[in-house]
């Protein structure tokens, strides 16, 4: 006989796709943790990072960001966090703005606006690394 | 019922037994809402970098101010409570430390861990400067 859960209206098919009534299953959620996960090691590398370049006048700290190494690093922290910060915005707004339009709106001025400073923090290493 | 079904509700916020792991939790989400706004900051700093000497100077002037170091400091807590809270969470991910027990444990780690590593970064940090 099928194995088939009969207290479910959902084909079997859906049931494997596991995708949900959205299509995007745990998508969201195993971004965030990957992210998380990511942060780790890039929150640790930022914090010590700045802490040892806290005396270091102008030329110094240009020498240190535009080396491939700090560059790699700081588009990876950049890029890894605004999208971290973009999943998480997205969980609390929609947890605590209750209309609609209101909640969509916030929804997407807060990732436009994410994604813009990323672009803006990268382009700016990037500057720095190619130099101009 | 208020909902106008038999569906049950979770137990409002004035009705609820005050417990860390909860403190912890909505603390998580604050410090989450509070580094968001920190992206302004970093965005700031790596584009007067890119700007020139006059463009870096002006942002280091801002965050040496009474006013920037208070800014940083409070970033550097929610920093270190987002990540020591963060890794509590993936700990749950994982399918530990659920018990009760185990769960305030957890909470009571965190607190402590983001309270030292804050004041640890800082003394280093105001050694070094």
Not at chain 1, 59 to 81: K, N, Q
Not at chain 1, 87 to 101: I, K, P, R, S, T
């Amino acid at each position: 006989m099928s194995t088939h859960n009969r207290n479910t209206l959902r084909t079997p098919l859906a049931l494997a796709r596991g995708l949900g009534s959205a299509k995007h299953g745990t998508d969201h959620w195993w971004h965030q943790r990957l992210t998380a996960l990511a942060l780790i090691p890039l929150t640790l590398w930022f914090v010590i990072a700045v802490i040892i370049h806290l005396g270091a006048d102008y030329v110094e700290m240009v020498e240190w960001l535009r080396s491939p190494y700090s560059a790699a690093m700081m588009i990876l922290f950049v890029a890894v966090g605004f999208h971290h910060a973009a999943a998480g915005m997205q969980v609390v707004l929609e947890d605590y703005v209750h209309n609609e339009f209101a909640k969509i709106a916030s929804i997407i001025v807060t990732k436009f606006v994410l994604y813009a400073l990323a672009a803006i923090c990268i382009v700016s290493v990037l500057k720095l690394t190619f130099g101009v | 019922m208020a909902n106008g079904s038999s569906r049950p509700l979770s137990p409002h916020l004035q009705v609820y037994r005050f417990q860390w792991t909860m403190a912890l939790s909505i603390t998580h989400r604050i410090t989450g809402v509070g580094l968001t706004i920190g992206t302004l900051l970093i965005t700031w700093w790596l584009v007067a970098a890119a700007a020139g000497p006059d463009a870096f100077a002006t942002a280091q002037g801002f965050i040496g101010s009474w006013f920037g170091m208070l800014l940083m400091f409070g970033w550097t807590w929610a920093l270190f409570f987002h990540l020591a809270n963060g890794i509590r969470h993936l700990v749950w991910d994982a399918g530990y430390a659920f018990e009760l027990q185990n769960a305030e444990r957890g909470a009571y780690i965190v607190a402590i861990a983001s309270i030292v590593l804050t004041l640890l970064a800082w003394i280093i940090g105001l050694i070094a400067w």
